[in-house]
C-alpha cells in the first residue's frame, strides 16, 4: 500500500506544480496500474482472508494471529487497503520526472522481475530494482539489508547531482 501511495502523492505534486521527491522508493509489489487479478478479499469471511493472506503473502506474523484483539483491529485496515489497491486506474498516468528504486523479496511472487519492472512507466529516468533473499515480508528479516541499499541509493543520486551543473 505505502509504494501506491507514494507514487499518488509524487503524481499530485507535480500536478500542482510543486516539487517532487527526489526519489521514490517501491517495495513488494508491482505498480498500482497493474491490478491483482489473482484474488480479491472481496466477499471473503475473516477466517478466509487470514488463510489467502497465508497462501499469497505467507501469512501474518504468529504474535499477531494470536491475539484475537489485534486481527480484529487489523482486518479492516487490510480490507480497506486491499479495496482502495483495487480502486486504482488500470492505466498509468505518465511518467515523473524522478527516479523510482524497487525492492522486493526474492521469493516473493507478488514482487519477481517482471513485476518490479511495471513502476519503470512512472519514471522517465531508468528504474533501478534490487531483490533481496526471502518472501513478501522480506523487510522483517531484512531491514539492515535495506537500509544500505536506500543509502548507497541516496550517495548516488548525491554523486549525480553534484556532477550535474543543473543540481
Known amino acids: 500500500m505505502g509504494s501506491a501511495v507514494a507514487i499518488a502523492v509524487a503524481r499530485e505534486l507535480s500536478e500542482r506544480g510543486l516539487s517532487v521527491p527526489r526519489c521514490v522508493f517501491v517495495s513488494g509489489r508491482?505498480?498500482?496500474?497493474?491490478?491483482?487479478?489473482?484474488?480479491?478479499?472481496?466477499?471473503?469471511?475473516?477466517?478466509?482472508?487470514?488463510?489467502?493472506?497465508?497462501?499469497?503473502?505467507?501469512?501474518?506474523?504468529?504474535?499477531a494471529l494470536a491475539n484475537p484483539e489485534l486481527i480484529e483491529m487489523m482486518l479492516p485496515v487490510l480490507r480497506a487497503d486491499f479495496a482502495l489497491l483495487e480502486s486504482f486506474p488500470a492505466?498509468?498516468?505518465?511518467?515523473?520526472?524522478?527516479?523510482?528504486?524497487?525492492?522486493?523479496?526474492?521469493?516473493?511472487?507478488?514482487?519477481?522481475?517482471?513485476?518490479?519492472?511495471?513502476?519503470?512507466?512512472?519514471?522517465?529516468?531508468p528504474l533501478?530494482?534490487?531483490?533481496?533473499?526471502?518472501?513478501?515480508?522480506?523487510?522483517?528479516?531484512r531491514l539492515d539489508d535495506v537500509l544500505s541499499i536506500v543509502r548507497a541509493e541516496c550517495r548516488g543520486m548525491q554523486t549525480a547531482g553534484a556532477a550535474s551543473p543543473q543540481a
Open 30 to 63: 508491482q505498480a498500482p496500474h497493474r491490478p491483482f487479478a489473482e484474488w480479491s478479499m472481496r466477499g471473503l469471511s475473516d477466517s478466509q482472508v487470514l488463510d489467502a493472506l497465508q497462501r499469497h503473502y505467507g501469512g501474518l506474523p504468529a504474535e
Open 91 to 125: 492505466t498509468c498516468p505518465g511518467p515523473l520526472p524522478l527516479p523510482i528504486v524497487a525492492i522486493g523479496g526474492a521469493e516473493d511472487p507478488w514482487a519477481g522481475a517482471e513485476r518490479l519492472q511495471t513502476w519503470q512507466m512512472y519514471s522517465t529516468m
Open 128 to 141: 533501478r530494482s534490487h531483490h533481496l533473499p526471502g518472501g513478501h515480508f522480506y523487510l522483517d528479516d
